[in-house]
């Protein structure tokens, strides 16, 4: 019998200890907090993110000339792209050190993010992206205050809200397990931009982080960011139930569609929710139009990035450098109203427009294509009907505008 009590009594002493291990190895740091739907900064204030995306694994050469010409665009933040070595070569401890150093010397906050998950479905991937950050803990600890981690990018290519909760409720203990106590922030599943599955599974996904320090981030192009129906929704499903969010990666246009950028970033500022545009430079195989600059040092702006930097809700007017950084309680930024857009200007002798190529994009509607007509031997040679006037007033009444003839 006193064999039996001792035996128990040594397990009871074991759970115990195995439990205070657990809660003392993610025990909470002065670092960024999650408070409902805001996030604080290591002073208890209020830190609204502003900043754009570095694509920095693939150009790890280029890190001493963006990170100042971010901080002096108006960044706030830069979310930094990592490789854990799946698919393209492993960013070190050492190197990640490099960058949250540099980051801190331009006054930017880190969010470190794994690129190689991106639209993967199994867990396996994720885990490993939650890993490749317990492997480069040591570049992290002590860092709270300055550095958030994404654990990994558009985790999840298909738009389910259980399997994308189920995956996570793994891959945080793993960091937290591991005594990092930073922010955690979680991406959408549906390539970044199901942003409804905060609202459906994302209060699972919070409860299974011991510190109650995670938020999540919407990706906006052409679903998500589509137009300010959508947005509002995504924004407004996840404050719903109280969560945090904040839009990842947006652009002013895709591949999948046109993007209201305007309206992401009105609204972004109405409700207080941080924002990161995609990208600095760097971008190819198609959708190079993302680029916000021409150059690294960002001395030559593209339109989409001009309005990122000095548009009405731009970085210029509505960035807040992080309080950690400047000691003080910032103000709050005033929600700026936009004026009316004046309509485009012609010229009364030719007949052409004052008029910017994004605009001219967004009033492009559905239309019809006349086939390839001026390339043909003759109009009807592949069976196209001959262009006459009346099919020309048909397609108007349609109100199938523009025509495309190639």
């Given at each position: 019998m006193k064999k039996v009590v001792s035996l128990v009594c040594m397990l009871v002493m074991l759970v115990s200890m195995l439990g205070s291990f657990s809660v003392g190895a993610a025990s909470p740091v002065n670092g960024f907090q999650v408070s409902g739907t805001k996030l604080l900064d290591a002073n208890g204030n209020e830190f609204v993110m502003r900043g754009?995306?570095?694509?920095?694994?693939?150009?790890?050469?280029?890190?001493?000339?963006?990170?100042?010409?971010?901080?002096?665009?108006?960044?706030?933040t830069v979310r930094i792209v990592l490789s854990n070595g799946e698919q393209w070569t492993k960013d070190t401890a050492s190197e990640v050190s490099q960058i949250i150093s540099l980051c801190e010397q331009?006054?930017?906050?880190?969010?470190?993010?794994?690129?190689?998950?991106?639209?993967?479905n199994d867990e396996e991937s994720l885990l490993a992206a939650a890993n490749y950050f317990v492997e480069i803990k040591n570049a992290l600890i002590g860092k709270e205050d300055t550095v958030i981690i994404n654990i990994a990018n558009e985790w999840g290519g298909t738009?389910?809200?259980?399997?994308?909760?189920?995956?996570?409720?793994?891959?945080?203990?793993?960091?937290?397990?591991?005594?990092?106590?930073?922010?955690?922030?979680?991406?959408?599943?549906?390539?970044?931009?199901?942003?409804?599955?905060?609202?459906?599974?994302?209060?699972?996904?919070?409860?299974?982080?011991?510190l109650k320090n995670t938020m999540f981030a919407v990706h906006m192009y052409g679903y998500a960011g589509k137009d300010e129906a959508t947005i509002k929704s995504m924004i407004d499903g996840a404050h719903s139930q109280g969560l945090a969010v904040c839009v990842g990666e947006f652009g002013w246009n895709h591949s999948d569609g046109d993007v209201d950028e305007e309206a992401i970033m009105r609204y972004c500022q109405q409700k207080n929710v941080g924002w990161l545009a995609w990208s600095w430079k760097g971008n190819g195989g198609g959708v190079e139009y993302l680029d916000m600059a021409y150059?690294?040092?960002?001395?030559?702006?593209?339109?989409?990035?001009?309005?990122?930097?000095?548009?009405?809700?731009?970085?210029?007017k509505t960035s807040q450098i992080c309080s950690v950084f400047t000691g003080e309680t910032p103000n709050p930024t005033p929600i700026v109203t936009l004026p009316p857009t004046p309509p485009p200007t012609s010229n009364p002798q030719t007949g052409m427009r004052d008029i910017s190529a994004i605009d001219l994009v967004k009033e492009i509607?559905?239309?019809?294509?006349?086939?390839?007509?001026?390339?043909?031997?003759?109009?009807?040679?592949?069976?196209?009907?001959?262009?006459?006037?009346?099919?020309?007033?048909?397609?108007?009444?349609?109100?199938?505008m523009p025509l495309e003839c190639l």
């Open positions: 754009v995306n570095h694509a920095h694994t693939w150009y790890k050469n280029q890190l001493q000339t963006v990170i100042p010409a971010l901080a002096k665009a108006g960044c706030n331009n006054k930017l906050i880190t969010v470190l993010e794994v690129h190689d998950a991106t639209g993967y738009w389910d809200s259980a399997a994308w909760a189920n995956a996570y409720k793994k891959a945080i203990p793993v960091i937290r397990n591991a005594g990092l106590t930073h922010t955690i922030l979680v991406d959408s599943t549906g390539w970044g931009q199901y942003g409804t599955c905060i609202k459906e599974r994302g209060k699972e996904v919070f409860e299974a982080d011991v150059d690294w040092s960002g001395n030559s702006l593209s339109e989409w990035g001009n309005n990122v930097v000095n548009g009405t809700y731009g970085l210029k509607r559905i239309g019809w294509n006349l086939g390839n007509t001026l390339d043909a031997p003759t109009e009807t040679a592949w069976g196209n009907p001959r262009t006459t006037k009346a099919m020309i007033d048909k397609v108007k009444e349609m109100a199938l």
